[in-house]
């Protein structure tokens, strides 16, 4: 069964130009060659600068735990920690219906 997160993340006010470019250094290039990763998007806040949003379809559950296993991912983790102001907001669900993947 497929797995969507919405994952919505503040960061330090000013930083999110920071975590973006950690994102395309270490997860984009990453989310490019999984297969299992259906859908990506990084979506950055039309209202608050210090906020982006991440979406992802996942093949199912495992494939999510397999890519959150990796050490690059928490590689990533411990280098955006310090940038972030919280922890984000992750949200899990079963997509129904999609248009476009």
């Known amino acids: 069964m497929k797995l969507a997160m919405f994952i919505k993340t503040t960061t330090q ?5 920071q975590v973006r470019a950690l994102w395309e250094e270490h997860l984009r290039p990453r989310a490019e ?3 299992a990763q259906e859908a990506y998007a990084f979506c ?9 949003y991440l979406f992802e379809i996942y093949t199912d559950a495992d494939a999510m735990k397999a890519n959150a296993g ?3 991912f928490a590689e990533y983790m411990g280098q ?3 940038l972030l102001a919280g922890q ?14």
């Open 13 to 17: 006010p000013g930083k999110r130009a």
């Open 88 to 101: 984000p907001d992750v949200g899990m669900a079963t997509p129904v219906w999609t248009k476009g993947l």
């Open 80 to 82: 955006v920690a310090p």
């Open 44 to 52: 950055e806040d039309s209202m608050d600068p210090d906020v982006f």
């Open 33 to 35: 060659a999984n297969g």
């Open 70 to 72: 990796q050490p690059w």
